[in-house]
């Protein structure tokens, strides 16, 4: 049976009571309030639906990770990431990255980042708690332009990658090249993928259990980041 979400209480089902049809399917309805975001991702929950469906709360077993020692940069994608055509930057564009998210050039599907999801996590990553990767690519006239990027939510060491797009070749790779540099830097050893897609495998991602995905979760947020982590600068690719 469903589990309907109290409009009060933020609190979530057992992850064991999930859906395997459809996969991971825990609960539905509740809000897009900052606390029960935080909750639900602090658990390895995630809400995903479309425009006339209600909230739905997913825990898919299994769970697509990248092990960060294992992040799959191919001969070609090194010689471009020696290249450096691009420079990457840490959330100094939030609400454009969402924005072309939501309506990514290559996305050939409706998209489930609607206004209600981008104001929910605007509102995450002004209280510090949702970040985003930048790519950049200056014109002729030195001015940069934004043609790649991802975001995500971050609890503590626990980073859980939403969305990514880009508009120039290889972009959104330098973006998940910068973010897994980053989180090495504070020893964390996986980036949550939530769900596995092509682009993803051939990044490195792989699935493991659900019960394998919470153990490792759990180590990572028993990791706290150094004060200063999450500013916006430049981020090195090496």
Known sequence: MLYLLDETDISFPSL???????????????????????????QGIFPWFGQD??????SPDPRAIIKIDQLHVNRTLRKVLNKSPYSVTLNQAFEEVINYCANAPFRD??????????????????????????VW????????????GLYG??????F?????????????KFALVALAN?????????????????????????????????KQKEIALSVSTPEGFWDSRVLPLK
């Open 182 to 214: 980053l989180l090495k830097s504070i020893n964390i050893k996986f980036i949550d993928c939530q769900l596995l897609n092509p682009f993803l495998e051939d990044m490195g991602a792989i699935e493991i259990s659900r019960s394998n995905f919470v």
């Open 16 to 42: 064991n009571t999930a859906l395997n049809d459809p996969n991971g399917l825990l609960a539905l309805g509740g809000d897009l309030s900052i606390d029960r975001l935080l909750n639900a991702y602090k």
């Open 153 to 158: 939510v971050a609890v503590k060491g626990f």
């Open 137 to 148: 690519q200056h014109n002729d006239n030195n001015e940069k332009v934004l043609v790649g």
């Open 160 to 172: 859980s990658g939403e969305s990514m797009f880009y508009t120039k070749a290889n972009a959104s």
């Open 53 to 58: 469906d209600p909230i739905m709360w997913w």
């Open 109 to 134: 599907d409706a998209t489930w980042i609607m206004p209600n999801m981008q104001a929910a996590y605007l509102s995450l990553h002004h209280q510090g708690h949702a970040h985003s990767i930048e």
